[in-house]
Structures are given as structure tokens and as C-alpha cells.
């Protein structure tokens, strides 16, 4: 436990060192916002949008954290923190904690900027939102460190910006699933993301004790501690 | 402070990297690891520091079994890498302080044992800079600082001074030296310069296609008039000064 604080802290203060880092992140669902909302809203609203962006930003943004940690790996930095007697979940978990709290950081930015569009949601909602967002943001991370240790490091970059295009548009994050036609609507129920954004939207509309929530928030959790148990394998065997 | 019986390990692939390692190291002892590049010395040193698991055999590392115990083996020994592992971008006095606070120790206990390893490494003063701004031999340092952070007892150092110039591997080994003197660290290096090994170590081994080819003092090893280097072309069928890149 307390490793993990120690180096969730270490973490954050990596990401706060590189502020435009974490705003360029964000800068992709902001984009979207404004150039394809008003386009959007003619046919939905923003309360239905905003969410979808998240999800967008978090697989965009917090699916790449892997990086980071390739960085680390070349740079001895990992192998030196694997000598110590930290437990290997806590070396995981710290680094991507501190990559939720980066996502939750950029999520507020987009939540800020669709307020200034006319969004409008139950603050409940937004709070229960962004814990959404944490669990989503540490499942992810965590595998995205699982696949950048496990891939050559050349190939991460092009397979995982490739790689989540589909995830998105699948997730339903532009226009929801349910206008899909049934083959692309069945294909989408096999994302988890898809399950986690209807649970989101649900959650900024103001409903909150709905199936629908209750399975967004099973996913989410299934989903973090899938990420969490492959990520922290890897980590203790692939991370030299 | 070390002793192995049969450590042997094979990689997925079918290779033996290192074949049934047996050996002992002594407490107080600069032992020095030789041999040309992929005889096996870095992955006999990673598992003797618990970070690569053995596909056979045993050893007992600073007091505690490296199979039954790693953390404990983890938390009495230091170890420096070959690529090292000091961040470029994080300012070092942050990281130099991460490192101590994973070995349990408080802020405080951890920023004292900080100041006395960088005043016995000469480098007091340069701990404010980012990882970048440091030059080879005080980067090669800073290594050895994060390796120090719990005073280990036992100190692994792969390739310590590849890459330096001379007066930096000279002041390097006057540190290991010092290490030595004031707090009576065991050590263990691999390294590819001979001179390194003579002037440096206690004990040297020989090693080639995972396996000790020759063991001893650097005195007792030159036998018959022959210099370390023809020691080591004898032992291994090559020329040491190739595989130091010379």
C-alpha cells in the first residue's frame, strides 16, 4: 500500500512536470467537440456526446500510456525499480493510478469546455462519471502497459493508434450503437467500452440506479482488474 | 555472501545462457566476472539479483535463499544495470528519494542516506540537475547512488565503467574502493577491461558459453609469466581487447 502511494505521488508529479503533455492528450476529443458537436446536436444533445468523448479520450490518451513506460524500460528506470522489494502490483498500480488521475484531469477539461457548450448534467452524475472514468482509466492503462512490454516497441506506436480506432467507433462514441444496423450493433456488444459509455451517458442524464449503470460499472470493474492481474504479470517478468 | 549450487538457466528459445554456475563469494570481496560478450555473465548476475528466474539450481544471496525469499535478497543487495537507470527528464534528488522510500525507509532516513551516498561519490551538489544535464562518469555515479540507497551489503555492478574515459574509470574505482573501506560492501562486477579486473579485484572468474572457465586471484591466474590477456585468450580462445571494443 504504501508503495503504491509512494509511487502514485511520484507518478503525478512526473505528469504535473509535463502539464502540456497531458493538455495535448486532451486535445483530440476537444477538437471533436467543436468542430463535430454543433454538427451532432442538430440530431442528439451534448449531455449524449460528452460522454462519448471521454470514452474516446480515454482509449486516445490513456490507451497509449504505454509510452511512457517503454521510455522507462530503455532508460534502465524500470529495472532499477524492480530491484527493490516493492511488490510488483504496487509498481504497476502506482503508475497507473497516477495515469487515471490524468485522465480525470483531462476529462474534466472536456466536461468544462461541453459545459460552455450547453451541456448540461446532474453534478451526482458528473461525480459518479469521473469514478467511471478512474476504473476505465486503470484497466486501460495497465494494459497498455501490458501490450508495450510485450510488443516491440517499434510496432506499439502505429498498432495502438490503428488499434483504437475501431475500439472507438464500436464503443458507440460518435453516434450511439442503437442507430447501428444489427450486425454492427451485435459487433459493438463485444466491446467493453460500449457497456461503460451507455453506462456513462446514463449517469449525465441523471439516472443512476438503471441495469444499464449496474453493468457499465461491472464491465468497468471486470475490465480494471483483467488489466490489473495481465499488467502485473508482465511487469514482473518482461519489464527488464 | 554468495553462494550458488547448479544455477543454470535457459532461455525459451533452447539457448543455455549460464550452465550449472556454481560458486561462493566471500563477505568483503571485490570479485570480478570475465568473459567475452554472451558468455553469460549479465544474465548470471540478474538472477542473483532476483530479477530472472533460474532454470535450475540454487543460491543463497546475502543471508536468504534467492527462490524462498527474493525480497529478502532484494533488500540487502544493490545492483547497477548496464544501461544504468537514471531518468533523463526527473530532477535526481526526487528519484534518489523514490528509490530509498521503496526500501521502506521514512522521507527523512531517506534524504540522510541520500546526502552521505552522494558525498562518498563525490556528487554533492549535482543532485538538483535533471538526469540529462550529467556527464558520463557522474551519470555511472548516479547509478551507483541509486544502488546504495538501503546500504546494501552486497553490490552488483554490470559493466561499471564501459563507455568512460580513463580518469573516470580511475575515480570509479577509487569509489568501490572507498565502498569497501567505509562500509565494507561486498562487490561484484562484470567488466570487459582487464586492466579493470587486475587492479580492482580480489578474485576473478572466467566465464564462456555460460560456464566458469578459470577462477582466482589476478596474481594466481597469470601463471607461467603470462599477462591477464593471454590468460584470457588461453581460457576462452579470444582476445579479450576485442570484445572491449578497443
Known sequence: MRDTWILFRHSVRASLRQKAGVL???????LFLLLFGPIFVTIGTWETLVPGLIVQLGLTSTGLA????????????????RVTPASRLSLLLGRVLGNAVTLVAQTLLLVAAGYAFGMRAPLAGL????????VL????AAL???????????????VMSTAVVPLVLLSGSFLPMSMAPGWLDALSHASPFRYVLEALRELFAGRYASATVVTGVAVAVAFAAIGLLVGTRVFGERAA | MINTIGLTKTFDGGATAVADLTMSVEPGEIVGFLGPNGAGKTTAMRMLTTLLGPTSGTAVVAGHDLLADPREVRRRVGYVSQTGGVDPAAPLREELLLQAMLYGLSRAEAAAGTAESLALLGLTGLEDRPGGALSGGQRRRFD??????????????DEPTTGLDPRSRAALWDHVRTLRAERGVTVFLTTHYLDEADALCDRLLIMDHGRVVAEGAPAALKTGGRTLDEVFLDVTGRPPAEEAGV
Do not use: K, N, W
Open chain 1, 144 to 158: 497498455s502497459y501490458a501490450i508495450a512490454l510485450t510488443m516491440d516497441e517499434h510496432l506499439f506506436a502505429p
Open chain 1, 66 to 81: 504505454g509510452f511512457g513506460v517503454v521510455f522507462d524500460r530503455r532508460s534502465g528506470v524500470l529495472e532499477r525499480l
Open chain 1, 24 to 30: 495535448f492528450g486532451a486535445v483530440q476529443p476537444l
Open chain 1, 137 to 140: 482509466g486503470t484497466g486501460l
Open chain 2, 144 to 157: 551507483i547512488a541509486f544502488a546504495l540507497a538501503h546500504r546494501p551489503v552486497l553490490l552488483f555492478l
Open chain 1, 127 to 134: 461525480a459518479a462519471g469521473l469514478a467511471l472514468v478512474v
